[in-house]
């Protein structure tokens, strides 16, 4: 059996580094999307790594390497972007996050900025590898992920009370269900990553329930102060959170509680002071406090929802299917979160001195579970869902969906619960042959597929976020030339790059487009006389990752291919530069034109 085992991990790591061998190859062009893009192979090869790692864990031959190996492998797909060579994934937020990064290694004040967190880590890690903030920004995606699945798998190990619950809360890790591509994201985003992050603070506070003391105290406090430099309105998240965790704790654990001498709820208290104190100092703060009031006094939320469903119909799909594309894996996990949460409730059911027969018939004391903990937890749950409703009747945004990303993080951990519980009360009985490989192909088709949703891809109508050198050398050519016109794009926003490209700039938005955000082209503008439709000159920049997303993945809803083969026929208007990527069109002005037209009719 030991020969056998050891011939399956150097097998599983054959396997993965030929896979990730494969994987390091830069694209050439423009990617769609990063999972067609990356060769077959390495797919084909990433899967059997997979295969025979699970395999060691479902027969328990080395269950522990065997997670570590098909950790591993997952890891090399949320680090596809860094493999493949991506100058970075996302045009929107992380073009504006590395900016942030390259004007604090260039001396900015880290409080000068709403979230300090990310830029900071950026710079340390920067100063230690010598490596650039661009591609340390691209490794905190990686970084984040791996301390989310360590502190899931050590939270369902206390919660548990058994070592196996470490490999569950692993599994349950790597589904990675916080991570919903709507609103989180594993490309730069200091609002997803501090969700990941939140893990620690949960593993934390029952460290310190079960055994309170100074140094304990001391970290769980150091933890929300990174917080929140890493993400305000999540340190909030968490805050209440807390506050909720301890006073349940408290109610569950004496007949006289004694809620403020309760070490989470102390801290909380002194924690909120501090968030209070460091928003309110934040402009931002005020305007998004703003806009949720209105939003709320307006009911805003008929915007976000009934927009996006119009949209998604002429797309021929609908609100439902796309539900189902990104939340398949979440329901069915939810199944085994529905089990922790029956285990739960019958036992405060039965604390609160109620008895039934229906309580009777749940076998509590079968499963190995800290029931009080995990109780304590879904309460906690309370806070979250005010939020999440709070914002979804604001209509700002797709924010709401940040809430719903730190529910499923405290979902995550009642899951694990749930499945450990379920593995529980499954029959005793050696496993044969048949049973051990169709779990070991469940198991395998689980994390494979739970990787599909790791990064953003057509599936779910929009692209991977690749953002190419060929763009990024377009773009500051067109910077160089610019001479004071004012430039505008389709899909790809300007002023992200120029954010992105020139942080040393005051405000380069405005140098180049104008306005905070350029105005694009009105929608359909073939045969609309573009180029006599502004009274200044303006330069209008395509991608290939706008052609393709209008004239492909959105059905030509805003932009055709023919109002793109109209800037090429149309007279006012004039290519200037074309790298492959990178389109360039000078638009004349209305006047401009005119003299134009008149110059050529004599």
């Given at each position: 059996?030991?020969?056998?085992?050891?011939?399956?991990?150097?097998?599983s790591?054959?396997?993965?580094?030929?896979?990730?061998?494969?994987?390091?190859?830069?694209?050439?062009?423009?990617?769609?999307?990063?999972?067609s893009?990356?060769?077959?192979?390495?797919?084909?090869f990433?899967?059997?790594?997979?295969?025979?790692?699970?395999?060691?864990?479902?027969?328990?031959?080395?269950p522990y390497?065997?997670?570590?190996?098909?950790?591993?492998?997952?890891?090399?797909?949320?680090?596809?972007?860094?493999?493949?060579?991506?100058?970075?994934?996302?045009?929107?937020d992380?073009?504006?996050?590395?900016?942030?990064?390259?004007?604090?290694?260039?001396?900015?004040?880290?409080?000068?900025?709403?979230y300090?967190?990310?830029?900071?880590?950026?710079?340390?890690?920067?100063?230690?590898?010598?490596?650039?903030?661009?591609?340390?920004?691209m490794?905190?995606?990686?970084?984040?992920?791996?301390?989310?699945?360590?502190?899931?798998?050590?939270?369902?190990?206390?919660?548990?009370?058994?070592?196996?619950?470490?490999?569950?809360?692993?599994?349950?890790?790597?589904?990675l269900l916080?991570?919903?591509?709507?609103?989180?994201?594993?490309?730069?985003?200091?609002?997803?990553?501090?969700?990941?992050?939140?893990?620690?603070?949960i593993?934390?506070?029952?460290?310190?329930?079960?055994?309170?003391?100074?140094?304990?105290?001391?970290?769980?406090?150091?933890?929300?102060?990174?917080?929140?430099?890493?993400?305000?309105?999540?340190?909030?998240?968490?805050?209440?959170?807390?506050?909720?965790?301890?006073?349940?704790?408290?109610?569950?654990?004496?007949?006289?509680?004694?809620?403020?001498?309760?070490?989470?709820?102390?801290?909380?208290?002194?924690?909120?002071?501090?968030?209070?104190?460091?928003?309110?100092?934040?402009?931002?703060?005020?305007?998004?406090?703003?806009?949720?009031?209105k939003?709320?006094?307006?009911?805003?939320?008929?915007?976000?929802?009934?927009?996006?469903?119009?949209?998604?119909a002429?797309?021929?799909?609908?609100?439902?299917?796309?539900?189902?594309?990104?939340?398949?894996?979440?329901?069915?996990?939810?199944?085994?979160?529905?089990?922790?949460?029956?285990?739960?409730?019958?036992?405060?059911?039965?604390?609160?001195?109620?008895?039934?027969?229906?309580?009777?018939?749940?076998?509590?004391?079968?499963?190995?579970?800290?029931?009080?903990?995990?109780?304590c937890?879904?309460?906690?749950?309370?806070?979250?869902?005010?939020?999440f409703?709070?914002?979804?009747?604001?209509?700002?945004t797709?924010?709401?969906m940040?809430?719903?990303?730190?529910?499923?993080?405290?979902?995550?951990?009642?899951?694990?619960?749930?499945?450990?519980?379920?593995?529980?009360?499954?029959?005793r009985?050696?496993?044969?042959?048949?049973?051990?490989?169709?779990?070991?192909?469940?198991?395998?088709?689980?994390?494979?597929?739970?990787?599909l949703?790791?990064?953003?891809?057509?599936?779910?109508f929009?692209?991977?976020?690749?953002?190419?050198?060929?763009?990024?050398?377009?773009?500051?050519?067109?910077?160089?030339?610019?001479?004071?016109?004012?430039?505008?794009?389709?899909?790809?926003?300007?002023?992200?790059?120029?954010?992105?490209?020139?942080?040393?700039?005051?405000?380069?938005?405005?140098?180049?487009?104008?306005?905070?955000?350029?105005?694009?082209?009105?929608?359909?503008?073939?045969?609309?006389?573009?180029?006599?439709?502004?009274?200044?000159?303006?330069?209008?920049m395509?991608?290939?990752?706008?052609?393709?997303l209008?004239?492909?993945?959105?059905?030509?809803?805003?932009?055709?291919?023919?109002?793109?083969?109209?800037?090429?026929?149309?007279?006012?208007?004039?290519k200037?530069?074309?790298?492959?990527?990178?389109?360039?069109?000078?638009?004349h002005?209305?006047?401009?034109?005119?003299?134009?037209?008149?110059?050529?009719?004599?």
């Amino acid at each position: 059996m030991r020969k056998k085992s050891k011939a399956g991990i150097s097998i599983s790591l054959a396997f993965l580094s030929i896979a990730t061998i494969i994987a390091c190859k830069s694209p050439s062009a423009y990617e769609v999307s990063i999972y067609s893009g990356t060769p077959i192979l390495y797919w084909v090869f990433l899967t059997a790594s997979i295969l025979v790692a699970t395999s060691l864990v479902v027969t328990g031959t080395r269950p522990y390497t065997g997670i570590v190996l098909f950790s591993t492998a997952l890891l090399t797909v949320v680090s596809l972007p860094l493999l493949r060579g991506y100058w970075l994934v996302g045009s929107g937020d992380p073009m504006s996050h590395l900016s942030q990064a390259y004007q604090v290694a260039n001396g900015m004040n880290l409080l000068s900025t709403f979230y300090p967190g990310m830029p900071s880590l950026v710079e340390i890690n920067r100063e230690v590898t010598n490596q650039s903030a661009r591609v340390i920004l691209m490794s905190l995606g990686p970084i984040f992920f791996l301390v989310f699945v360590v502190f899931i798998g050590l939270i369902t190990r206390q919660l548990t009370l058994k070592s196996r619950g470490l490999i569950v809360g692993v599994i349950i890790g790597l589904m990675l269900l916080p991570i919903n591509l709507v609103a989180t994201h594993l490309y730069p985003h200091p609002n997803s990553f501090t969700i990941l992050f939140a893990s620690i603070g949960i593993f934390l506070s029952i460290t310190m329930l079960r055994s309170p003391d100074r140094d304990k105290f001391t970290s769980l406090f150091v933890f929300i102060i990174a917080m929140i430099a890493y993400h305000p309105q999540h340190a909030l998240n968490m805050i209440a959170v807390l506050a909720v965790f301890g006073i349940s704790w408290e109610f569950t654990d004496r007949s006289s509680p004694r809620i403020l001498r309760n070490p989470l709820v102390s801290v909380s208290s002194v924690m909120a002071v501090i968030w209070t104190t460091w928003v309110l100092a934040q402009s931002r703060f005020e305007q998004s406090f703003v806009s949720v009031v209105k939003g709320i006094l307006s009911a805003g939320q008929t915007d976000v929802t009934a927009g996006r469903g119009d949209t998604l119909a002429q797309l021929g799909s609908g609100i439902v299917e796309l539900t189902l594309r990104l939340f398949f894996i979440d329901l069915l996990a939810l199944i085994f979160g529905a089990v922790s949460g029956i285990f739960a409730l019958a036992w405060a059911a039965r604390r609160a001195g109620l008895e039934s027969s229906l309580l009777r018939a749940i076998p509590i004391k079968k499963v190995a579970t800290d029931h009080k903990t995990v109780f304590c937890i879904i309460t906690t749950f309370i806070p979250v869902i005010a939020f999440f409703g709070i914002f979804l009747a604001s209509g700002v945004t797709q924010q709401f969906m940040r809430f719903f990303g730190f529910g499923m993080f405290l979902a995550s951990i009642i899951i694990a619960v749930g499945l450990h519980q379920t593995l529980e009360l499954a029959p005793r009985e050696p496993r044969s042959t048949g049973a051990a490989i169709v779990l070991t192909i469940i198991l395998t088709t689980s994390l494979v597929g739970a990787s599909l949703t790791y990064h953003s891809s057509p599936m779910i109508f929009q692209d991977t976020g690749h953002v190419t050198e060929a763009s990024v050398e377009g773009f500051e050519t067109q910077f160089d030339y610019h001479n004071g016109v004012e430039m505008m794009g389709t899909r790809t926003p300007v002023w992200r790059y120029a954010v992105a490209l020139e942080p040393g700039e005051e405000s380069p938005m405005l140098k180049y487009t104008g306005v905070f955000r350029e105005n694009p082209p009105p929608d359909h503008f073939a045969n609309q006389s573009l180029h006599q439709r502004y009274e200044t000159d303006r330069v209008l920049m395509t991608t290939a990752k706008g052609r393709w997303l209008d004239t492909t993945l959105y059905d030509n809803i805003r932009y055709s291919s023919d109002d793109y083969a109209y800037l090429d026929r149309q007279p006012g208007i004039d290519k200037t530069y074309d790298n492959g990527d990178v389109r360039s069109y000078f638009i004349h002005s209305n006047d401009t034109s005119m003299v134009e037209e008149e110059t050529t009719s004599e």
